[in-house]
């Protein structure tokens, strides 16, 4: 779901919840970061997910910025180039 920049994540946190009711019965427990906290996604999250249990995740105080080297992102690419290859070798059996 895309909603407009000036929606904050603990606002629009609640419209993507509410999209994902009932496709995933098995979910259990929903882990987010500190900009979901407060009382707006709490309710927001009970009223679309009320068997789903969350919990926010505190950043570490040792954490410094984004881990942003060059292997992690050549990693993803990769990964992202054999699942289109998958997918493009079920789709041809």
Do not use: W
Not at 26 to 54: I, R
Not at 83 to 91: I, N, Q
């Amino acid at each position: 779901m895309v909603h407009p920049a000036d929606i904050q994540d603990r606002d629009g946190g609640g419209l993507v919840l509410s999209t994902l009711f009932g496709l995933y019965p098995f979910l259990d427990n929903l882990f987010a970061d500190g900009g979901y906290q407060g009382p707006k996604f709490k309710a927001a999250q009970k009223k679309a997910l009320p068997f789903v249990t969350t919990e926010i995740v505190k950043r570490s105080d040792q954490a410094k910025g984004f881990e942003n080297l060059t292997r992690s992102a050549v990693a993803f690419i990769r990964l992202a180039s054999i699942r289109l290859m998958l997918r493009k070798l079920c789709l041809k059996t």
